[in-house]
């Protein structure tokens, strides 16, 4: 089943710039798809205009088995969007947030009050609930806004850059709710600029350029195309060792480069280390194969 099909999908703005061209796009229901793009390639606009903020130009959208045409309120009952920007009312209240995002949707404030109970205590914003929003910290203001696009209980949600700008404590946290959303059977639409977040999270990738979107397809299919990963290998400097492996490479007397593959596991390559008499000191990763392959792709 479908959550989002998209056919033709345009939008041109008054200036006569042309944001998106011709998209098509389909995720499935429960699907965690992150969309990745440069500066300025259409993600935001892309995102704008399925949660009904802005206007297509040309196209389809159907979310949900509704046409957005059709049924614009409707789908934005099935909606949900946490943006890039931070746009809280900085003077009123937490709870008063929640409770008065829920109005918007024609929730009672009983169940606003049970639900707003319920998500601020999962994101760790239950003691801060009567303070203002201008004495929250950063990272406690994007959690604010996750609760927020939760209030009406969304099949759909869209992260925008959802962790820009927080630390990686933060980060985890927003990790850790998106995961769990998404565990729950929700469709999470992530848009970020981080490879190792997309990678970690998300089952399916959309690489966005010019507009265009230029690559969609399941995350372990595209990795398979990306080039090796690679590793550093830093091991005690007391002999010199000897390793006859194509996948191993030396870069000094205590510095090895592994690759990896498809034939080539890291742990053997480690395994074959230790065998020829070398204790690691430490193993980080050289590049990101991710990075690699939208560099490798993006203008």
Known sequence: MLSIEIQGLSKTYKNGHQALKEINLRVKKGQFLALLGKNGAGKTTFVE???SLTRK????VIMDGKDLDDNDEDVKLKVGIVPQEI????FEKVMQVLITQ????GIG???AIKRAKRYLKELDLWEKRNQAVVTLSGGMKR???IARALMHEPEIIFFDEPTAGVDAEVRQKIWKIMQELNNEGKTIILTTHYFDEAERLCDSLAIISKGKIIIND???????QSPKQKYIVEVEHKKTLIIKDKAISQLSDSLFEISIDLENSLSNSIEHILNCGGKIVSIQPKNNRLEELFLNLVE
Do not use: C, E, H, Q
Request: hydrophobic fraction near 45%; avoid cysteine; aromatic fraction near 8%.
């Open 49 to 51: 205009i399925l949660s």
């Open 57 to 60: 130009s040309t196209g389809k």
């Open 87 to 90: 746009n809280l009312s900085v």
């Open 102 to 105: 829920a109005g918007y949707f």
């Open 109 to 111: 404030v009983d169940v």
């Open 143 to 145: 959690r604010l806004m």
């Open 218 to 224: 399941s995350l372990r299919k595209i990795l398979n």
